[in-house]
């Protein structure tokens, strides 16, 4: 029998996941399949040549033929010296055992760094894959915020129990909670990628779902008149500052105002226009034009006493935060968005005006009829909310 029964080889040229052109020896040898990855046709070719020429010594036993997962020698010589290190220690040790142990019992970090430069250098790789600039700087201000707020300086700082308090805050919303999950997400899969972590820790944490069951959920007038009056007294921050909140939770409920744009706003109160009735010039949620929320008469008339006592939209304190809404009785009827939903269902029923409502919401029509309006609320008391004063606000 030929040599040609017993050697049946090729070399494939292709490209490997990197896009590097890669070289395969592929075919069978004495029956058995051979399937070997070169960086080179040099290398494939020598390494065919030398099956061939075994093949053709007549050999009556022959060798076994060596075939590889791996798309270059130096990983494949790697694991090769992981087994041979094992062995030495153990005889009958398994080298998945002990991959998997060290997966479960070994640190996070491979290789640390500064975090800040690692979230500079993913913006950057995104950039590179044609990502819009203003879905960069979105999701880089997003994870720059989570350096601040877990602390995390250094890529060894970026932690599972750091990561779960800034994805769970219950003070934003579900979609913003599932928005920091996929961005940190992201995030952890560049840095394993650059051999910065072990693994991606975030995708073993349950991913924040959004759910739309038809049920809007909204405060009462009352409840509503209730929550400020508490902001209005409550101490906020170390200095204990009565009523620093109020314009917070004023705006946020009596405007189309979102809860993370009044954070943004800063408190030089140049975004505010009392002559206009708006609020302008701050960057909406996802896109990088400016955008303007128009105020009643009424809201005006309550920011302008939080002006002069020196307090802004952007003084927020989580502590404060969970204390009025427990002072004021809502803390459990809490839910996703449930200032604007409020807002939106009043104003809708008050006024009836859906153009209006989509330019302050910053929503099209078919998500505020989907997910913020209750259509079941009367026309007297939309307009109820609305005529809520500052007198009425800090009534004894």
């Known amino acids: 029998m030929g040599n040609s029964t017993k050697v049946s080889l090729k070399i494939i040229p292709f490209k490997n996941p990197s896009g590097h052109l890669a070289f395969r020896v592929s ?17 494939a070719r020598t390494f065919m040549n030398g099956l061939v020429a075994a093949a053709g010594q007549g050999e009556s036993s022959p060798r076994r033929v060596a075939t590889t997962i791996f798309p ?20 009958k040790g398994s080298l998945v055992t002990a991959v998997d142990y060290y997966l479960v019992h070994a640190g996070h970090v491979i290789r640390d760094g500064d975090a800040a430069e690692a979230v500079e250098g993913f913006s950057e790789h995104r950039r590179s894959r044609g990502n819009q600039e203003n879905t960069v700087t979105t ?30 805050d219950k003070t934003v919303s579900m979609r913003t909670r599932r928005d920091r999950y996929d961005h940190l997400y992201n995030w952890s899969e560049y840095l394993k990628g650059e051999r910065h972590l072990v693994r991606n820790f975030i995708g073993e944490m ?21 929550l400020l009056r508490t902001a209005a007294r409550a101490p906020v921050g170390r200095r204990k500052r009565e009523g620093a909140m109020l314009a917070y939770f004023a705006a946020c409920v009596l405007s189309g105002l979102r809860p993370e744009e009044a954070e943004r706003l800063g408190p030089d109160w ?20 400016p955008r303007t929320v128009a105020l009643d008469k009424n809201l005006i008339g309550i920011l302008e006493y939080c002006r002069k006592q020196g307090f802004a939209p952007s003084d927020f304190s989580e502590k404060a935060f969970d204390l009025i809404r427990t002072k004021a009785n809502v803390y459990e009827a809490w ?20 153009g209006y409502l989509e330019k302050n919401m910053g929503n099209s029509e078919v998500v505020l009829k989907r997910a913020y309006l209750d259509q079941t609320i009367p026309e007297k008391v939309g307009a109820t909310l609305f005529a809520i004063t500052l007198k009425d606000i800090l009534a004894p």
């Open 27 to 43: 075919g069978t040898i004495h029956g058995e399949r051979v399937q070997k990855n070169f960086p080179t046709d040099a290398e």
């Open 72 to 91: 270059l020698d130096t990983d494949l010589h790697e694991a090769e010296l992981a087994w041979q290190r094992l062995r030495a220690q153990d005889p």
């Open 139 to 168: 999701v880089q201000t997003v994870l720059m915020k989570f350096l601040e707020v877990a602390k995390v300086a250094k890529i060894s700082d970026f932690t599972r129990a750091a990561a779960q308090p800034f994805i769970s």
């Open 206 to 226: 349950d991913r924040p779902q959004v759910t739309y069951d038809g049920v809007v959920t909204t405060l009462s007038v009352p409840q509503v008149l209730t």
């Open 270 to 289: 140049r975004w505010y226009s009392r002559e206009h009735r708006l609020i302008t010039g701050f960057r909406a949620k996802t896109k990088s034009t």
């Open 335 to 354: 839910d996703n968005d449930v200032l604007r939903h409020t807002y939106a269902s009043h104003h809708y029923a008050w006024k009836k005006d859906m």
